[in-house]
């Protein structure tokens, strides 16, 4: 089902997302950290206990930066209420995901949150709908960080009046999601094991969408069974480069890009690679179990340990 013939694009740019508010405890920081896996190879390490547990107190624990994607959750369900585009929300896919911090995530706040269109291209028989979301803490006002989520709505395109496919984006070509994979050898490689019960954990941070629990939903979907959360294998991701290349310190991390390229089932082993440039590091995640990529992207970091490995 393809935009309306009257749909206008500037009228989408210009729609104004109610503000939301995202309010989190230090107990939710700790269930987000059991869900990209934390932990869960060794209850003991250092390196990761602090997001679960902190001695003087669980409101001393600290935040793994993904977690400010779950920011972005409440404005996913707002697409189906954009003006003029016409979609099944059914075959929505999630594409890339973006993030910056600018202070490290509080172990408890409440969140502002205001949305934005940031871009929008007609790709024929779809549209890739992008949405810019700010957190700003409430208490201070401060701004900590910033999400721009990619959405590929599967229906909706075909809206250009004109020979030329419509394209906006507010940051002006968006390469972001494009990194190339260097050739050379991973300056670092992590290897974990999801657990079968990994998405029925990941969803307790706010995703509760059936393809993720539900076998049977899963199946009308082309699943054998249900999947992994994309933002969990993210968090995953950024977990093992904070691991390998940190040297656990995930306020280190400045902005994170990733790219969803296939599914992930709960229970297979990702091995995340990582190539170091600079300040950057390219990474992509592989499924063991069917020598797959299922995820890539970078993690730009504020500065490098002396000793990373």
Known sequence: MAASSDFDPQLLIAHKFPEKIY?????????????????????????????????????????????????????????????????????????????????????????????????????????????????????????????RMAVYLRGAGGFSKSSQPYSYSKHGTNTASNIGIPKGQPYAIFEECTQPSQALLYRLSGDYNPLHSDPKIAEVAGFSRPILHGLCTLGFAVRAVCNRICGGDQTMVKSISGRFLLHVYPGETLITEMWLDGLRVVYQVKVKERNRTVLSGFVDLNRLVSSSL
């Open 23 to 147: 309010s989190y405890t230090e107990r939710d920081a700790a269930i987000y950290g059991l869900g990209v896996g934390a932990c869960a190879k060794d209850a003991l390490d250092d390196k990761e206990l602090k997001y679960v547990y902190h001695p003087d107190g669980q409101q001393f624990i600290q935040v793994l930066p993904t977690f400010a994607a779950l920011f972005s959750n409440d404005f996913a369900s707002e697409i189906e209420h954009l003006p003029g585009l016409e979609y099944d929300p059914r075959l929505l896919l999630h594409g890339h995901q973006f993030i910056e911090i600018y202070k490290p995530l509080p172990s408890n706040a409440s969140m502002v949150n205001r949305a934005s269109i940031s871009g929008l291209q007609d790709k024929g028989k779809a549209a890739i709908l992008e949405i810019e979301i700010l957190s700003y803490e409430k208490e201070s006002g401060e701004l900590i960080c910033m999400n």
